[in-house]
């Protein structure tokens, strides 16, 4: 999840000259986070309809060391640590193991994009790539794949596109969830924050349908994505990714204070549930969309490798200390979000509010990347008259979309491990061990080289297939019995 918290501001798109200015004039006024949606659209935008080269930024313009550590961080802490714990629980003792294997991968393959950006920037003499352009002249680089190589560079762009409206739909299903959880607790809510093992409600009130609340949220979105410049949202998103911090600071506070001595739980996970482990674990993982853009701003580039390290390094240990702990202090009973087992006193019920906040407001972030894509070669189609009516249609429409599946899927657990593993196995796992191949195929690719690249792309492919085959049968299997004993969702 530009995330969420992060992912929301790495969009990666790019090259309206008037908006890239206007962002650019906001970003230094308001921190980091409109910075990040210049890098984001910057890059996407340019490599589908735009000849133009693409400059960086001069050195004193360009970001520093520990302003790129903070996107990177931002870019990969979100939604999808709220769900680690469950991911743990499906994989049982394989998990904390299994996240640290999937970071080292992770981290590898965004190297690998980065090497592979700059040999390709050497030879055709470009400051630099972005992602979709990369996978484009690493096809032509190969004789029997030049002609299709457009397809590459559009096959990157729709798997964006899907990976970022896959974050809203998983945005109405959170809003949903917690906002339910907190209406129907709330004449029952107290100052002692007794430890809630399990995520079932003391319902106080009249309980609704979550997908009640998605369509109260819906005109609410609408409206958020009328925004006709970020940078009136600059101060909101300041805002939020403060108290989204706070609150996960408190989430591993509680976490932490209340594991149960002793302990006792399932050493190993079900087999047929580790596919979700996988989609979740590559949904919290796929930040590699911001990588070149932040690489392309730095003020040293050469510096971002290290600094790459650096950042995976301490998310890596984030996911694995929230997922261990949070599975520890909940056991069985783990949420799909682990806000959901949150205590019902006031400081927890806040910590869901804020949390909600934050993300609420990030929709708008993670929405402007399909938004830009989508809509302008739809309204480049009209009189001058029609476009702003068509872009509030369009808009309008891509929102009804997203909350539409989200009603079709109201179980966030599954709409987490089905983004992940649709989308982010590919962007993340799939196509940077290919790209490497194809990208020094001319100079020479060790045996080595190439079966470790194939190994990698076959687990994103193989946790691809068996992930979303899963998660598709739980959902039609939830749907039809019901919900497991240890749903996500309020009781």
Same mark, same amino acid.
């Given at each position: 999840?530009?995330?969420?918290?992060?992912?929301?501001?790495?969009?990666? *798109?790019? %090259?309206?000259?008037?908006?890239?200015?206007?962002?650019?004039?906001?970003?230094?006024?308001?921190?980091?986070?409109?910075?990040?949606?210049?890098?984001?659209?910057?890059?996407i935008?340019?490599?589908i309809?735009?000849?133009?080269?693409?400059?960086?930024?001069?050195?004193q313009?360009?970001?520093?060391?520990?302003q *790129? =550590?903070? &996107?990177?961080l931002?870019?990969?802490?979100?939604?999808g640590?709220?769900?680690?714990?469950?991911?743990?629980?499906?994989?049982?003792?394989?998990?904390?193991?299994?996240? $640290?294997?999937?970071?080292?991968?992770?981290?590898?393959?965004?190297?690998?994009?980065?090497?592979?950006?700059h040999?390709?920037?050497?030879?055709?003499?470009?400051?630099?790539?972005?992602?979709?352009?990369?996978?484009?002249? %690493? @096809?032509?680089?190969?004789?029997?794949?030049?002609? &299709?190589?457009?397809?590459?560079?559009?096959?990157?762009? $729709?798997?964006?596109v899907?990976?970022?409206?896959?974050?809203?739909?998983?945005?109405? +299903?959170?809003l949903?969830?917690?906002?339910?959880?907190?209406?129907?607790?709330?004449?029952?809510?107290?100052?002692?924050?007794?430890?809630? &093992?399990? !995520?079932?409600?003391?319902?106080?009130?009249?309980?609704?349908?979550?997908?009640?609340?998605?369509?109260?949220?819906?005109?609410a979105?609408?409206?958020?994505?009328?925004?006709p /410049?970020?940078?009136?949202?600059?101060?909101?998103s300041?805002?939020?990714?403060?108290?989204?911090?706070?609150?996960?600071?408190?989430?591993?506070?509680?976490? +932490?204070? !209340?594991?149960?001595?002793?302990?006792?739980?399932p050493?190993?996970g079900?087999?047929?549930?580790?596919?979700?482990?996988?989609?979740?674990?590559?949904?919290?993982?796929?930040?590699i969309? +911001?990588?070149?853009?932040?690489?392309?701003?730095?003020?040293?580039?050469?510096?971002?490798?290290w600094?790459?390290?650096?950042?995976?390094?301490t998310?890596?240990?984030l996911?694995? /200390?929230?997922?261990?702990?949070?599975?520890?202090?909940? %056991?069985?009973?783990i949420?799909g979000?682990?806000t959901?087992?949150?205590? !019902?006193?006031? @400081?927890?019920q806040?910590?869901?509010?804020?949390?909600?906040?934050?993300?609420?407001?990030?929709?708008?972030l993670?929405?402007?990347?399909?938004?830009e894509?989508?809509?302008?070669?739809?309204?480049?189609?009209v009189?001058?008259?029609?476009?702003?009516?068509?872009?509030l $249609?369009?808009?309008?429409?891509?929102?009804?979309?997203?909350?539409?599946?989200?009603?079709?899927?109201?179980?966030?657990? =599954?709409?987490?491990?089905l983004?992940?593993?649709v989308?982010?196995?590919?962007?993340?796992?799939?196509?940077?061990?290919?790209?490497?191949?194809l990208?020094? &195929?001319?100079? %020479?690719?060790?045996p080595?080289?190439?079966?470790?690249n194939?190994?990698?792309?076959?687990?994103?492919?193989?946790?691809?297939?068996?992930?979303?085959?899963?998660?598709?049968?739980?959902?039609?299997?939830?749907?039809?019995?019901?919900?497991?004993?240890?749903?996500?969702g309020?009781?």
């Open positions: 999840m530009l995330n969420e918290f992060g992912r929301t501001l790495l969009i990666e *798109t790019g %090259g309206f000259s008037g908006d890239t200015r206007e962002l650019q004039e906001t970003s230094n006024n308001h921190s980091y986070d409109l910075l990040y949606i210049q890098l984001y659209l910057s890059d935008l340019r490599s309809s735009s000849g133009r080269r693409y400059e960086r930024f001069g050195e313009s360009g970001t520093t060391v520990l *790129t =550590l903070i &996107h990177i931002k870019g990969n802490i979100g939604t640590l709220l769900s680690l714990p469950l991911a743990v629980k499906n994989a049982g003792l394989l998990g904390p193991v299994s996240l $640290l294997g999937m970071g080292i991968i992770a981290l590898h393959c965004m190297e690998v994009l980065v090497k592979c950006s040999h390709l920037s050497a030879k055709l003499n470009r400051p630099s790539l972005t992602y979709s352009e990369a996978v484009q002249y %690493g @096809m032509e680089n190969v004789s029997w794949l030049r002609r &299709h190589s457009h397809f590459g560079k559009q096959t990157v762009n $729709l798997f964006l899907i990976t970022q409206l896959g974050f809203c739909c998983v945005y109405f +299903v959170f949903s969830d917690n906002i339910k959880q907190v209406v129907e607790a709330a004449n029952a809510t107290t100052i002692s924050c007794q430890i809630n &093992h399990t !995520n079932q409600t003391q319902v106080s009130v009249p309980s609704f349908d979550s997908r009640i609340y998605m369509l109260f949220f819906l005109p979105f609408v409206l958020l994505v009328f925004t /410049s970020l940078k009136y949202l600059a101060p909101l300041l805002v939020a990714n403060v108290v989204m911090t706070l609150s996960l600071a408190l989430i591993y506070f509680y976490s +932490v204070t !209340n594991i149960r001595y002793p302990i006792d739980l050493k190993v079900r087999a047929r549930d580790y596919p979700l482990f996988f989609g979740t674990a590559i949904f919290a993982f796929e930040g969309g +911001v990588v070149l853009p932040l690489e392309n701003k730095m003020q040293k580039p050469k510096s971002f490798l600094v790459l390290y650096l950042g995976m390094g998310v890596t240990l996911y694995i /200390s929230l997922g261990t702990v949070g599975y520890m202090c909940f %056991g069985a009973d949420g979000s682990i959901l087992n949150l205590p !019902n006193c006031w @400081m927890y806040a910590v869901k509010l804020l949390y909600c906040f934050g993300i609420f407001i990030t929709f708008a993670q929405f402007y990347v399909p938004a894509i989508l809509i302008p070669p739809v309204v480049a189609r009189s001058d008259s029609w476009k702003r009516p068509v872009d $249609l369009l808009r309008t429409s891509l929102v009804i979309f997203t909350c539409a599946l989200a009603i079709l899927i109201p179980m966030l657990d =599954l709409v987490i491990s983004v992940g593993s989308s982010s196995s590919f962007l993340a796992l799939i196509f940077p061990p290919l790209l490497q191949i990208t020094f &195929h001319r100079e %020479g690719v060790s080595l080289v190439v079966l470790k194939v190994l990698i792309s076959l687990i994103g492919f193989v946790g691809f297939v068996s992930g979303t085959y899963v998660a598709i049968h739980q959902i039609i299997s939830r749907s039809t019995h019901g919900p497991e004993e240890a749903s996500y309020v009781q």
